[in-house]
């Protein structure tokens, strides 16, 4: 008989006890999370909560005051380079270069990755945008543009995804398609990070979220538990009575729920079953103590 | 690996400049109407004052020196004191004054009077012209009158610094450290737009999240616009023959002022925040940076403190170079100063930008 003697693989992501302050401002403050392989954290917060100063030292960009980073293993800034080549960046402005192409664009971005023989042809194709390869950006719209900078995080089939609002200013067809690539991404084994003030979209598309107000974590878990712990478990059945309606609770932990609800639903007039579950917004601003917007 | 992502962003920052039609339209401008302009100045100069003369008394040559270019002064012969006025009214035949001798100038002299002679001078003439006036008087006086001057002293003349007498700098000549250094300027203008640009879209922050360090960006920058720059002036250079005489040196000085400008265009890059903003911090160089080339126009105007200016010793070389013809060990102080110079503003120029960069 053997044993294996394998330790857990570690996460593709590491983060323990990571300050930065902006001069005097303390931008993140202790701040510890991990993202194994495979797997897709939301990052949800306000504006100015410490997303994107958390993109910014994961992607080399800033070198927090205290804390550790490790990613792949390595220790970032101290292997910047080498973790660089591993790393997909789509950053929330849409820092291309206006003049060139979108095909110029990533084939200029492959050469910086060192990737020899590259062609966008497939990746223009991925985001819907081999038709536009050979026009230049500056002729692309707002949401083309957010394709191309999605493209252009893939150019070197990355093992960590960094997302900042990567559906910003999308239409709801486009932004659907970034999700389904997201998440094709996360399925290949990319750990990926996305920030995000779109609640829909930290819920349908998070293995995890990591609630952060304030530079300060309050909670990560998954969107489900998340919204059993704090959310009601109930069922609202609303049916028609002559000229009005009656609305009917059903608290799902009570003896009979199952039987109740079935005579509910079996009744004539029924309207609308909802579920009480609560938002992440709802438990958002439970843990926060205010609302996402702003 | 560096070495091929350098090239790449020094290959977009190309494929960038290329396609700003503002750039190419500026740059073939500067390129077509320097070089005409450079060809259409003068490259002779004309030392010999002349000098119109009425002469009614004598239909010969008035004391020998009517002869054009003698000892660069000459003599135009009028028929009568009207038309030499008229002449030195409207500037013609190249005469910057006139001396009226009266008829009765041989009778009088031979009976020992003393004949009045009018100097008929125009508005603005040079005291120094004047003063060459009343002694030509005297010599065309003494030579009518076939009367040696009374006194005969002898004089030595000790020339300070290069003697240019009979091999003045030309006006072409005076222009061309003017002409390279304004096509140097206006690559800086070129350079520190594409920074700008690079910096405001924070394009350079995607460069940097892949494997580019910092120092590899700047290497780029700096390649490219030290590149861009000395192409287009040796480029302007041969075009208007700069490389005449001792072209390694005047290469050698063109790369130095390259490197200098190009230090200059990184730091107005770096603090420009739009195509106006960085126009003007690009001005706020070019006009003090163009002091030196301004004062070889006009030489000996400049004052002491034009010698601190960055450009100073590229302007001094290259006229030392192209107009005396020095040698390498005679521009040796001039060029070290440009070095000195040019490495300062390239390393202030990256210092300044990598701050800007690592603030986004």
């Not at chain 1, 306000?46 to 800033?62: D, E, R």
């Not at chain 2, 690009?282 to 960055?310: D, E, Q, R």
Request: with cysteine.
């Amino acid at each position: 008989m053997t044993t294996s003697s394998n330790p857990a693989p570690s996460p593709a992501i590491d983060v323990a006890g990571v300050r930065f302050a902006y001069d005097d401002t303390v931008a993140v403050d202790d701040v510890s999370f991990s993202v194994p392989s495979g797997e897709i954290l939301g990052f949800l917060g306000p504006n100015g909560a410490g997303k994107s100063t958390t993109i910014k030292m994961l992607t080399g960009q800033l070198n927090p005051d205290a804390g550790t980073i490790e990613i792949l293993g390595m220790n970032m800034p101290g292997q910047r380079e080498t973790i660089q080549a591993r790393l997909g960046v789509c950053f929330e402005e849409k820092n291309l270069y206006l003049s060139m192409t979108g095909g110029e664009n990533l084939v200029f971005f492959a050469k910086l990755f060192g990737i020899r023989d590259f062609t966008p042809e497939p990746l223009m194709e991925r985001v819907g945008l081999s038709a536009r390869l050979d026009d230049r950006v500056s002729e692309y719209s707002k949401g083309m543009r957010q394709r191309l900078m999605m493209a252009r995080a893939l150019i070197n089939t990355p093992d960590v995804l960094l997302l900042d609002e990567p559906t910003n200013g999308l239409d709801p067809v486009s932004a659907i398609g970034i999700r389904d690539l997201i998440r094709g991404e996360a399925d290949r084994g990319a750990a990926v990070v996305l920030t995000t003030h779109d609640m829909h979209e930290a819920d349908t598309l998070s293995d995890r979220v990591a609630f952060i107000n304030q530079g300060t974590i309050l909670t990560i878990d998954t969107p489900d538990n998340l919204k059993l712990a704090h959310g009601q478990r109930s069922v609202r059945i609303r049916t028609r009575d002559g000229d009005g309606v009656d609305e009917l609770v059903i608290p799902l932990d009570g003896a009979g729920a199952g039987d109740r609800i079935k005579d509910a639903v079996s009744a004539e007039g029924l309207m609308t079953i909802h579920t009480e579950e609560a938002t992440l917004e709802d438990i958002f601003v439970e843990y926060a103590g205010r609302g996402l917007a702003g | 690996m560096t070495g091929s992502r350098i090239a790449a962003i020094i290959g977009k920052d190309l494929r960038e400049f290329s396609r700003n039609r503002f750039f190419v339209f500026i740059t073939l401008l500067v390129l077509v109407a320097y070089v005409a302009v450079f060809w259409f100045l003068p490259d002779s100069v004309d030392e010999t004052v002349r000098i119109g003369v009425s002469n009614t008394v004598l239909n010969t040559d008035v004391g020998g020196v009517t002869e054009s270019g003698t000892a660069g002064f000459a003599l135009e012969i009028y028929a009568s004191e009207e038309e030499l006025q008229t002449a030195v009214e409207e500037g013609r035949d190249g005469i910057v004054a006139g001396i009226a001798f009266p008829p009765d100038f041989l009778a009088s002299t031979a009976a020992g009077e003393t004949p009045t002679v009018r100097l008929l001078i125009p508005a603005g003439l040079p005291p120094e012209i004047q003063l060459l006036l009343e002694g030509a008087v005297s010599e065309i006086a003494f030579g009518i009158a076939g009367v040696a001057p009374p006194v005969d002293p002898i004089t030595k003349a000790v020339v300070l610094g290069t003697d240019r007498a009979g091999n003045q700098i030309s006006l072409r000549e005076q222009m061309l450290p003017m002409i390279l250094i304004m096509v140097l300027m206006v690559e800086t203008f070129a350079l520190s737009s594409l920074i700008a640009v690079e910096v405001q879209q924070r394009t350079v922050v995607a460069i940097l999240a892949t494997p580019v360090r910092i120092v590899d960006f700047l290497a780029a920058k700096g390649i490219f616009g030290v590149g861009l720059a000395l192409s287009e002036v040796v480029l302007l250079g041969l075009l208007i023959g700069a490389f005449a005489v001792n072209a390694p040196a005047v290469f050698v000085i063109l790369l130095l002022g390259a490197v200098l400008v190009t230090g200059f265009g990184m730091i107005a890059g770096s603090y420009g925040r739009d195509f106006m903003g960085t126009l003007l911090v690009s001005m706020l160089f070019m006009i003090p940076l163009m002091i030196p080339a301004f004062g070889a126009l006009f030489p000996g105007s400049s004052p002491t403190w034009v010698k601190v200016l960055p450009t100073y010793g590229l302007v001094e070389a290259l006229i030392d170079v192209t107009a005396d013809g020095e040698s390498w060990s005679q521009i040796a102080p001039s060029l070290l100063l440009l070095a000195a110079w040019g490495l300062a503003a390239f390393a202030a120029g990256a210092f300044i930008l990598k701050r800007r960069v690592a603030t986004l």
